[in-house]
C-alpha cells in the first residue's frame, strides 16, 4: 500500500554516490540536448559546440562510473504500493538510460573525431580523436544515430520527468526522496 503520510515517513533513498551522479549527469545531459537541438539556433552569439563535445565526453565517463556503481550496489526496493506495471516501465526506461548515456557520447566522439575541429576538454587539454575519417560508413551511421537517438533521449527524459512530477503531486509516494 502507498503510504498514506505526505511526505513518506521512512523512504529508502539511494545511496549518495548514486545521488550525486545522478543529479550531476542529468544537467550535463539537459545541457547536451538543449545545445545539442537549439545550438545552431544562436550560433553567432555562442559557438556551443565546443562545450557540447566536452560536457557529452564527460558524460561518458561519469556514465561508465554510474554502471559500475549500479552494478555493485542494490537499488533501494521500490515501495511495495508499485505495481508490476510501474517496476516495468521504470527499469525499461531507466535501462534505456543507460544504453543511451553510452551511445550518445561514443557515436558523437566517433564522427567528431572525422571532422576538421580539434576536440579539446573546456580548452583544459586535448581530447584524441579516435581513427576514424570523413567517407567511412560508420562515420556516417554515428552521425544518424546522434541524431535520432538525441532525439528520442529528450522524448525519454520529458517522460521522465512527468513520472517524477506525477509520483510526487498526484501520487505522493515519496519517489522524489528516494533521489534527494
Ligand atoms: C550524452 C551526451 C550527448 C547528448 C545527449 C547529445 C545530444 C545531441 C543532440 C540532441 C544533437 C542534435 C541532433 C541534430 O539536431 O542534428 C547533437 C548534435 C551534435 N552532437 Fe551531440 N550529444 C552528446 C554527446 C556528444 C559528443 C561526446 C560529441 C562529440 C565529441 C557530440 C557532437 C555533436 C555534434 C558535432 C553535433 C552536431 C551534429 C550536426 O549538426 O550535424 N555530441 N547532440
Ligand atoms: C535529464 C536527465 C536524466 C537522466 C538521464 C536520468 C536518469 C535516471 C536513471 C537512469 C534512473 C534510475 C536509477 C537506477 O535505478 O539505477 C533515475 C532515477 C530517478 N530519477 Fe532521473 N534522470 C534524469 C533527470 C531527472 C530529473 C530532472 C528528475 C526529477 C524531476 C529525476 C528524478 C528521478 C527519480 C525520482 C529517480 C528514482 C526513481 C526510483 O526510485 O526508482 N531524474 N534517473
Same mark, same amino acid.
Given at each position: 500500500m502507498a503510504s498514506t503520510l505526505y511526505p513518506p515517513a521512512a523512504v529508502a533513498r539511494y545511496n549518495g554516490v548514486a545521488r550525486t551522479l545522478h543529479w550531476a549527469i542529468a544537467l550535463a545531459i539537459l545541457f547536451n540536448l538543449f545545445t545539442g537541438i537549439f545550438g545552431e539556433s544562436f550560433e553567432d552569439v555562442w559557438a556551443s559546440m565546443p562545450s557540447h563535445k566536452a560536457t557529452g565526453l564527460l558524460i561518458l565517463v561519469l556514465s561508465i562510473a554510474r554502471i559500475g556503481w549500479r552494478l555493485l550496489w542494490k537499488r533501494p526496493d521500490y515501495p511495495? %504500493?508499485?505495481?508490476a506495471f510501474q517496476r516495468k516501465v521504470a527499469a525499461a526506461t531507466h535501462g534505456t538510460f543507460y544504453l543511451l548515456m553510452l551511445i550518445l557520447p561514443v557515436t558523437g566522439w566517433i564522427f567528431s573525431s572525422a571532422g576538421k575541429y580539434p576536440l579539446s576538454f573546456y580548452g583544459l587539454f586535448a581530447i584524441p580523436k579516435l581513427p576514424f575519417t570523413k567517407g567511412m560508413a560508420i562515420v556516417d551511421a554515428a552521425h544518424e544515430t546522434h541524431e535520432l537517438l538525441g532525439y528520442g533521449f529528450a522524448a525519454l527524459v520529458v517522460l521522465h520527468i512527468a513520472a517524477a512530477v506525477y509520483h510526487q503531486?498526484?501520487?505522493?509516494? %515519496?519517489t522524489l526522496q528516494r533521489m534527494l
Open positions: 511495495a %504500493g508499485f505495481s503531486w498526484v501520487l505522493k509516494d %515519496g
